[in-house]
């Protein structure tokens, strides 16, 4: 996947929503339902259950070419042989990703609600940048509040996709796409959800046209 096919539903996961057995066929629900990108993200210290869990993932991202992306562990991506990998501001810097990961590889950075951060990771070659939060979040309740205009100027001024995350929900996301934002990044709306796929299918609706939003 490329630059320029990076548009509709980031699905994002959570160790803590399903048993780590189960997170296989709820992922494969998500794709399903339309996710074109999948963010594995697990903080736990099981490194041998990370790689197993990252390259059962990388098998189903292939089979419905969606790029899978690792969540701040840079050997994790390479090891896995995952499309990219997303950096917040204590991971490593974009140049040093692309090094090791390759020139096809497909990099993000939290930009949080700083604009100055999101010219720095253009100038370094990322691929996209995401801010964030927009509305209150259950994954990350403290984070800072993002204006939307950020998403408007970035695709003006910065020429990369742009991801909004943060308590988007299918009611709320339309506004953030019509912004702008060409990924709407959802976890727990996506994988707390009873059925996965038709969560997935209401946000990846907003792209078409057809959702709530």
Not at 95 to 100: D, L, N, S, Y
Not at 124 to 145: E, L, W
Not at 154 to 167: K, M, N
């Amino acid at each position: 996947m490329s630059r320029n096919e990076l548009r509709g539903l980031y699905a994002i996961t959570e160790a803590s929503l399903q048993p780590p057995e189960q997170l296989p066929e709820r992922v494969a629900q998500a794709l399903d339902g339309g996710a074109r990108v999948l963010q594995y993200r697990d903080k736990s210290g099981d490194a041998a259950m990370r790689l197993r869990q990252a390259r059962s993932l990388a098998g189903l991202c292939r089979a419905s070419g969606v790029a899978l992306i690792i969540n701040d562990d840079v050997q994790l991506a390479v090891d896995c042989g995952a499309d990219g990998v997303h950096l917040g501001k204590d991971d490593a810097d974009p140049a040093e990703a692309r090094r090791r990961l390759g020139a096809q590889a497909i990099i993000g950075v939290s930009c949080y609600d700083q604009w100055q951060r999101a010219q720095s990771a253009a100038e370094q070659g990322a691929d996209y940048i995401a801010f964030g939060r927009f509305f209150a979040s259950r994954t990350k309740p403290a984070a800072v509040q993002a204006d939307v205009q950020l998403i408007t100027r970035a695709r003006r001024e910065l020429g990369l996709p742009v991801v909004a995350i943060g308590g988007i929900t299918p009611h709320n996301g339309g506004q953030l796409v019509a912004a702008g934002a060409d990924m709407l990044a959802v976890v727990q709306g996506v994988f707390a959800a009873a059925d996965v796929r038709r969560a997935a299918a209401a946000y990846a609706a907003l792209f078409t046209g057809t959702g709530n939003g």
